[in-house]
């Protein structure tokens, strides 16, 4: 069974970095077809892709939080790690993990399956 | 930016079908997705690769595709497709992936 937990902390002040964690199980991130991916939620609002990381570390970013985003993987732990510095309350969501599963020889690939998520909460 | 348009709400009677649109310029050229959310919940992938069902997700849910357009349909919808639906796809690169502002469909 495949399963993805994000964990982090809640609560976050204006300015501070943000570091989560997704702890991953039942693939490998040594897998040549899979990665992970974050994606985040404000309440009440549409998903966000934030960023992806694949098996060979090839890196990708939202074109409008590339500058305060970065994603690292530690195979030997089965995690994935997103950094987001400078927060504002405008970062306040759910901040999901969820593994990617490529489509061969394309670049496409899906969500599936979605960890529970983790709420952030920006404020002083 | 890439964006993908979905219409906000599509509301229909038990039994009756939902159809729910996501448009975008490279959707021709890049495979859509589609994903489920209740409230307090993760997406569920419901439709992967434009038409293909994930295993586990009923029949009633399918999807298609036509030029800047995708749809994802729900024949004999039930009371538990009430949710959020949303399309995913990518830029025409396939380097940013990039999700429509979803849909609430609400089963009358």
């Known amino acids: 069974q495949v399963t993805l937990k994000e964990s982090g902390p809640v609560l976050v002040k204006p300015t501070e970095t943000l570091t989560l964690t997704c702890t991953v199980s039942?693939?490998?991130?040594?897998?040549?077809?899979?990665?992970v991916s974050w994606i985040r939620q404000p309440p009440g609002k549409a998903l966000e892709w934030l960023a992806h990381?694949?098996?060979?570390?090839?890196?990708s970013y939202s074109t409008s939080l590339k500058s305060r985003l970065t994603i690292s993987k530690d195979t030997s732990k089965s995690q994935v790690v997103l950094t987001m510095t400078n927060m504002d309350p405008v970062d306040t969501a759910t901040y999901y993990c969820?593994?990617?599963?490529?489509?061969?020889?394309?670049?496409?690939?899906?969500?599936?399956?979605w960890g529970q998520g983790t709420l952030v909460t920006v404020s002083s | 930016s890439y964006e993908l348009t979905q219409p906000p709400s599509v509301s229909v009677s038990p039994g009756q079908t939902a159809r729910i649109t996501c448009s975008g310029d490279?959707?021709?050229?890049?495979?859509a997705y589609w994903y489920q959310q209740k409230p307090g919940q993760a997406p569920v992938l419901v439709i992967y690769k434009d038409s293909e069902r994930p295993s586990g997700i009923p029949e009633r849910f399918s999807g298609s595709s036509s030029g800047t357009t995708v749809t994802l349909t729900i024949s004999g919808v039930q009371a538990e497709d009430e949710a959020d639906y949303y399309c995913?796809?990518?830029?025409?690169?396939?380097?940013?992936?990039?999700f429509g502002g979803g849909t609430k469909l609400t089963v009358l």
């Open positions: 995913q796809s990518a830029d025409s690169s396939a380097t940013y992936r990039v």
């Open positions: 039942g693939f490998s991130l040594s897998n040549a077809r899979m990665g």
């Open positions: 990381i694949f098996s060979n570390d090839e890196k």
């Open positions: 969820a593994r990617n599963i490529a489509v061969a020889g394309t670049g496409e690939y899906w969500f599936d399956p």
């Open positions: 490279a959707l021709p050229k890049q495979y």
